[in-house]
């Protein structure tokens, strides 16, 4: 799987949009890009994926480049519960093995 | 319901205890895994299960155990661990192997080794 390369921090107003960048210069036509969070001490919960095309869910949206090496998560309006530590994935295993990389911690202050 | 349902929360083992960890999810989904993660690190895959068999081992230590009695439920037997096995333990699954479809954890087993 392609490797990923992430801020290790970033900071955010609460209210405002959250823009996290994810570099993947390797990644191959086959690999999908997945976005997790972990907030302190639970399990990482799914935010979302794609392949090709931009993609939006209730929680965010998945810019991915035309090229396919960068991609951005965008948090639209962060509040303080989006404070985590958010890890971008590429992933083309066949038996779903998701490598997971050091992540950038975000903090969301009032 | 995208619910993986881990047991238990906690848990603190002598090193000459045997233990299991329990993890259950009723989604219909083939494919579950065990992750390990250590403290401030990433969560690391540990076992792969795809329809019930057993496609990946990472090169685990023979003390962790896994097992899956069936569709819904994966099982991680513990023996004989050592203090360095301290972890957060992740349960996750997803309708299949195949890359492309979104893997669900569960909220972990912390482990505690005396």
């Known amino acids: 799987d392609a490797k990923t390369t992430q801020p290790p921090s970033m900071d955010c107003a609460e209210g405002r949009a959250a823009n996290l960048p994810c570099n993947h210069s390797t990644i191959s036509g086959n690999e999908y890009v997945y976005w997790y969070r972990q907030i302190h001490s639970q399990g990482p919960q799914y935010i979302i994926h794609?392949?090709?095309n931009n993609e939006t869910n209730e929680m965010a949206s998945l810019i991915i480049t035309e090229d396919r090496k960068s991609s951005t998560l965008i948090l639209p309006h962060a509040t303080l519960r989006d404070t985590a530590v958010y890890y971008c994935i590429v992933h083309a295993d066949s038996w779903g093995k998701l490598q997971f990389g050091a992540g950038t911690q975000v903090v969301v202050t009032p | 319901d995208t619910e993986v349902t881990q047991t238990p929360k906690h848990l603190v083992m002598g090193m000459t205890n045997k233990k299991s960890l329990k993890c259950e999810q009723h989604?219909?989904?083939?494919?579950m895994y065990w992750y390990k993660q250590k403290a401030k690190k990433p969560p690391e895959l540990m076992f792969v299960?795809?329809?019930?068999?057993?496609?990946i081992n990472e090169s685990v230590p023979s003390r962790f155990s896994p097992e899956c009695p069936n569709s819904s439920l994966l099982n991680l037997h513990l023996h004989a661990l050592q203090p360095e096995d301290s972890a957060l333990y992740l349960c996750a699954s997803s309708q299949d192997h195949r890359s492309g479809n979104t893997i669900y954890f569960g909220e972990g087993s912390w482990l505690t080794v005396v």
């Open positions: 794609g392949l090709k």
């Open positions: 989604m219909g989904h083939r494919a």
């Open positions: 299960y795809s329809y019930e068999k057993l496609s």
